[in-house]
């Protein structure tokens, strides 16, 4: 190559480099909504050895210079509930982002429970009180960012979506379960709601969780995409979950299980391990995490209870995780149950009580406390009151084996109901000698079991069988 020839690149080069322009991260875009007095991330490019200078409306500056690589990270405190407000960057070019509010931010993750938008549309289903909804939906301190849908085997460091206002003319395209969520949140506290959705119908958990994790967890990652992308290990924390981690946010809502029914018996470690990276990652060790367990419905021959068991086995081994029961919300026709406002608002209940410390909310379903073989019965004692729905047979939902682990349906009758003591006694003539005892044990559930404050008890066990016996 010509010497002239050489310099003359070099000089295109040199140009082109020279007029490259200062960005930030797609969610941090005009309209959207900073979590509240805290030290939040603001990220973007430029130049090599830029000098990055942020001004907010509230008064808080920062700087920094960018790195090597032609990116730049700063922390910029935010100030109490309000707005709007706006920010202004500047390095080699200036931007402006307007419109900013500040308040409560949450990000919506899962499967396409979570995905599923107040218009409905996916497979024809429909949202419960979903149009209604949509036309009372206009406010302007409840705003959505949904994450567009994209995997890659390797981490990305931007994603596509933009911020929208609640509107008849937007949020039929929010995520229910999170608009309903925002709803109550907006409604009790009074300050502006930001929800992050990043979700995949049909997705699994090891999508969701990074690489080095699983490989911890000594699971094979693929080389390439498997036939249904969202199944494939680690591709959605790529696309979805790591060009997103640094972004303020109180929480972490989340709606799947669907997909891991196969491997119920990991879904506990796969969870542990997937948040506890999580929270990691954003140098939070202990944000929240609340979740909805997977509703009934006719799965076929695996049988799903197993997975709902992994579900609720992990409210108790993850800390600052709680779990919103759904037995009473399922459709056994329908894997997309149209009752999503009872999970939304179910997960601002837990919110609501833990994190903001509004008295009154009794979020928790009573769960089994304790058993005791007696004779030809089984006693089953509870974390708190509980009643049987006298409209649904207890033998639908309770069953008892013998040594030989065989379940048949058994009658439940409550003792004591108004009294402290309260217990179940669980029976069949079929079985004269009990070992085990099953509630709500299977695909599809009517469930007999709600706690005082109306919340169903979970599914449960006494027997250790596995999914395969």
């Not at 960012?145 to 206002?165: C, R, Y």
């Not at 109306?454 to 599914?459: A, D, F, H, W, Y």
Request: some cysteine; charged content about 20%; aromatic content about 10%.
């Amino acid at each position: 190559m010509h010497t002239k020839t050489l310099v003359f690149l070099l000089l295109i080069c040199s140009n082109l480099i020279s007029i490259a322009q200062t960005t930030v991260g797609a969610v941090f875009d005009d309209g959207m909504v900073l979590q509240q007095q805290k030290d939040i991330y603001l990220w973007g490019t430029d130049n090599v050895g830029t000098k990055i200078n942020v001004v907010s409306s509230w008064g808080k500056t920062a700087k920094t210079t960018t790195s090597k690589n032609g990116k730049w990270k700063l922390q910029l405190a935010t100030p109490v509930a309000g707005g709007p407000h706006s920010i202004t960057i500047k390095g080699s070019s200036s931007i402006i982002i307007n419109d900013v509010l500040i308040g409560e931010v949450w990000i919506c993750s899962g499967q396409s429970n979570m995905q599923l938008p107040l218009k409905g549309g996916l497979d024809g289903n429909f949202i419960e009180g979903g149009l209604d909804a949509i036309v009372n939906s206009k406010n302007d301190r409840i705003r959505f960012f949904t994450v567009q849908k994209n995997a890659s085997l390797k981490p990305l460091d931007n994603i596509k979506g933009k911020w929208e206002k609640a509107d008849p003319s937007t949020s039929g395209s929010f995520g229910a379960v999170g608009y309903f969520f925002a709803q109550q949140l907006e409604k009790v506290l009074e300050v502006p709601i930001g929800i992050i959705v990043t979700a995949w119908g049909a997705s699994s958990a090891e999508a969701w969780t990074d690489s080095s994790t699983l490989n911890d967890l000594g699971l094979e990652l693929p080389e390439k995409m498997a036939k249904m992308k969202q199944q494939t290990p680690s591709v959605l924390y790529n696309a979805m979950i790591h060009p997103l981690i640094g972004y303020g946010m109180k929480g972490i809502l989340w709606y799947q299980g669907e997909s891991n029914r196969h491997n119920a018996e990991q879904y506990e470690q796969i969870i542990n391990a997937m948040v506890t990276s999580w929270r990691e990652k954003w140098n939070n060790r202990d944000f929240p995490f609340y979740y909805a367990q997977i509703a009934p419905f006719n799965y076929g021959k695996r049988n799903s209870a197993f997975l709902r068991e992994a579900q609720l086995n992990t409210s108790h081994s993850l800390k600052n995780s709680e779990m919103v029961v759904t037995l009473d919300v399922g459709d056994c026709t329908q894997i997309h149950p149209s009752k999503k406002t009872e999970v939304g608002k179910r997960l601002s209940y837990i919110a609501l009580a833990k994190d903001y410390g509004i008295s009154g909310y009794d979020f928790k379903s009573p769960s089994l406390k304790n058993y005791f073989v007696e004779d030809q019965e089984i006693t089953l004692t509870f974390s708190d009151r509980v009643h049987l729905n006298k409209n649904v047979d207890a033998s639908e939902n309770f069953e008892i084996a013998g040594a030989d682990m065989i379940f048949y349906p058994a009658n439940a009758v409550m003792t004591s109901p108004y009294h402290s003591d309260q217990k179940i006694r669980v029976f069949s003539k079929k079985v004269p000698h009990p070992k085990a005892v099953r509630y709500g044990f299977k695909n599809c559930v009517l469930p007999t079991l709600f706690g005082r404050n109306g919340l169903p008890v979970s599914s449960f066990r006494t027997d250790n069988l596995n999914s395969n016996e």
